[in-house]
């Protein structure tokens, strides 16, 4: 048959891997939080903002790790875990960064709610997007 692997897996953690943006972000923040401070005079308003703002970027924050398995696809974080066999996907697109796994044949304004991102991290693309293609008939 094929010489494709049955299983693929990598982990993506941006926060680590783009360290120059990471560094800005974090200046950003704390910028951000001590105008926050300053407006309000509360530190309660200035930490339920941290949570807030610091939460809304969890998937930059935390590491992912992504596993393809043969019959589905595992995207596994701290306190989080997704599974959906590859059958749930019907088509899928590629960018810069990674692959958006959609479940509809054709592309509607849905796709980014109801479809999965996968990163492609430091990993190869192209094992990546041939694996997909091997799961996934456009």
């Known amino acids: 048959m094929s010489d494709a692997p049955t299983t693929l897996s990598w982990s993506v953690?941006?926060?680590?891997?783009?360290?120059?943006?990471?560094?800005?972000?974090?200046?950003?923040?704390?910028f951000l939080l001590l105008v926050i401070y300053l407006g309000f005079?509360?530190?309660?308003?200035?930490?339920?903002?941290?949570?807030?703002?610091?939460?809304?970027?969890?998937?930059?924050?935390?590491?992912?790790?992504?596993?393809?398995?043969?019959?589905r696809l595992v995207i596994t974080s701290c306190c989080y875990k997704?599974?959906?066999?590859?059958?749930?996907?019907r088509s899928f697109y590629v960018d810069a960064n990674?692959?958006?796994?959609?479940?509809?044949?054709?592309?509607t304004r849905l796709e980014n709610f109801r479809g999965v991102y996968v990163r492609f991290g430091k990993h190869s693309p192209e094992e990546i997007?041939?694996?997909?293609t091997s799961k996934i008939k456009d």
Do not use: C
Request: charged share 15%.
């Open 13 to 30: 953690h941006p926060l680590v891997e783009n360290w120059r943006k990471s560094v800005l972000l974090g200046l950003f923040l704390v």
């Open 41 to 71: 005079q509360l530190i309660y308003v200035t930490v339920l903002s941290a949570i807030f703002l610091i939460g809304s970027l969890y998937k930059y924050f935390l590491p992912f790790h992504h596993q393809f398995e043969a019959d």
């Open 82 to 89: 997704m599974e959906r066999p590859w059958e749930t996907f």
């Open 98 to 107: 990674g692959v958006l796994l959609s479940p509809f044949a054709h592309p």
């Open 129 to 132: 997007v041939n694996f997909i």
